[in-house]
Structure formats: structure tokens, C-alpha cells
């Protein structure tokens, strides 16, 4: 599944990987060496992430339940803990920088 800005049309991952279950999110990308780019984790449902224990940092997109982009970090450093966002639904966790120019309000698509 492709991860992509709507309104551009760009293409954030190639590769989305789905943590659903309650493993899954709490595992997140702990234990890795990295996201390789092209790559991303959308982590449903989800507030705030941290980065505890990570080796390497992350940008973080905070979508609501319509997938629209409601805070973007990026990027967030390894050992330190995102705000938790009320009205967030999901999050996407992707390489550092592969973020940049996504603003709040644009709508995250994901395609087969």
C-alpha cells in the first residue's frame, strides 16, 4: 500500500506497513536499524508516539479519523515522546525528512 499527499500528489512511501493489533503498537519500530525510505508504519488507532530506545529518528505525521494531517513532526530524535493529540486517529511514522512540505490539513491517501 502507497502512502500520498492528495492534494500533490506525492508519494510519501512506497511501503505501508500496518500495526493494528495491540503487539504490533506497542512494538512499533523498536528493535530496527532504521525505516529504509520508501518505507513508512501507520500505526491505527493512535494519539502520540516516542521514540524511546530507537536508534535513529522519524518524522511523524498525526492524522485525524478523516486522514487529514493534524501536526507534523519532523523529526523527532531518538528517546523523546511526541505530544498526544486529542483528535488524532492514526499516525505515520516515516524516515527522517521524507515529511518535509507536508503541512496540517493535507489528506493522507492510501493506495493499493
Given at each position: 500500500?502507497?502512502?500520498?499527499?492528495?492534494?500533490?500528489?506525492?508519494?510519501?512511501?512506497?511501503v505501508t506497513e500496518v500495526a493494528?493489533?495491540?503487539?504490533?503498537r506497542m512494538k512499533g519500530l523498536?528493535?530496527?536499524?532504521?525505516?529504509?525510505?520508501?518505507?513508512?508504519?501507520?500505526?491505527?488507532?493512535?494519539?502520540?508516539?516516542?521514540?524511546?530506545?530507537?536508534?535513529?529518528?522519524?518524522?511523524?505525521?498525526?492524522?485525524?479519523?478523516?486522514?487529514?494531517?493534524?501536526?507534523?513532526?519532523?523529526?523527532?530524535?531518538?528517546?523523546?515522546?511526541?505530544?498526544?493529540?486529542?483528535?488524532?486517529?492514526?499516525?505515520?511514522e516515516l524516515p527522517a525528512h521524507?515529511?518535509?512540505?507536508?503541512?496540517?490539513?493535507?489528506?493522507?491517501?492510501?493506495?493499493?
Amino acid at each position: 500500500m502507497r502512502a500520498v499527499v492528495a492534494e500533490t500528489g506525492r508519494e510519501l512511501a512506497a511501503v505501508t506497513e500496518v500495526a493494528d493489533s495491540l503487539f504490533a503498537r506497542m512494538k512499533g519500530l523498536l528493535g530496527r536499524d532504521g525505516l529504509p525510505p520508501g518505507h513508512c508504519l501507520w500505526i491505527c488507532p493512535c494519539k502520540g508516539v516516542h521514540t524511546f530506545f530507537m536508534r535513529f529518528a522519524i518524522d511523524v505525521l498525526v492524522l485525524d479519523r478523516n486522514q487529514r494531517v493534524l501536526a507534523v513532526i519532523t523529526p523527532l530524535a531518538p528517546n523523546r515522546m511526541s505530544p498526544v493529540y486529542a483528535r488524532g486517529a492514526t499516525v505515520l511514522e516515516l524516515p527522517a525528512h521524507a515529511a518535509d512540505g507536508v503541512v496540517i490539513g493535507d489528506l493522507i491517501e492510501f493506495l493499493e
